[in-house]
């Protein structure tokens, strides 16, 4: 049976609604994912300005302790938003090696200008 009830194909207007609805759903995925896109940018914005400060400060490009907080921190978020608590983890840590390639960049330039 199709989604409408009936035997056999689908009849040319339940395709044209699912038609309809796919571009609904896809345009919110859109518009989600440019979302994130900016949300990206702004929290690199602020790992940037943190790896300039531990260059500054001669503190070390990575934190384990800090970067084991905020992993069992969004586990936590995840499941509590229904979201795959290991996906959000190998997410995280996705984002947090790019941070940390940052700082070492930082530190690197800042040690090659000094």
Known sequence: MSASGHAGAPREADVARARELLGEERRSIDNIDA???????????????????????????????????QIERLRSLADAAGLDPTFAEA??????????????RIRHEGAAGA
């Open 35 to 69: 979302a994130l896109v900016h949300l990206l940018a702004e929290r690199f914005s602020h790992t940037q300005r943190v790896g300039l400060l531990k260059a500054e400060h001669g503190l070390p490009p990575a934190d384990p302790a800090r970067e084991q907080q």
């Open 91 to 104: 997410f995280m840590r996705f984002i947090v090696t790019e941070v940390i390639r940052h700082h070492e």
